[in-house]
């Protein structure tokens, strides 16, 4: 027996139980993995598949431009797409992007910025420009599809912005009820 095993009255196979347990205890604390980079903010249910109007094919009749409680003016895509015929119909609901997701990319690559007038939906091609109105007010916002998502509940078809949540004044409802209306989709 070791000098060191005698002082402390220790048998052989006391010290090698402690020498293994001593090693897992170090194995654990080193191999412990970090902590994700998850946002602060609990980030809203999203729904799988989206309740749609039938597609209006190749309608000629225009929409009326967005009242002053609508599209903010300083939207370009709101200028731009003013008046323009529909292509489809969605009904839904709409949620917007929380803050802290800010920085990140999107599924198209682009880098999410709540300044800009952007959305997520699950099919329509990326590029594609929509107008959202909100049923209960009227209130009008236009976005270009950048992103997937929304994902969960059925009822949620288009995700926004912040931009354009804060065009529909739905910051502190959160979920609202729109119309979705597809005005160009690109290839």
Known sequence: MSERARVFNLRPWQVALGLTLLGMALGCASSSTPEPAWPEAPL??????????APRGS?????PAPSSAGASPSSQLAKEYAGR?????????ATYYSDS???NHTASGAIYDPRKHTAAHRKLPF?????VTRTDTGAVTYVTINDRGPFGSNERIIDLSRAAAED????????????????????
């Open 44 to 53: 809203p249910a999203y729904p799988s598949a989206e309740q749609e109007v």
């Open 59 to 63: 309608s000629t009749k225009a929409e």
């Open 85 to 93: 015929a529909t292509v489809q119909e969605l009904r839904g609901q």
């Open 101 to 103: 997701l800010a920085g």
């Open 127 to 131: 590029g594609t420009v929509v107008r």
């Open 168 to 187: 529909l004044a739905m910051m502190k409802a959160g979920v609202v009820k729109v119309l979705v209306e597809v005005l160009e989709k690109s290839n």
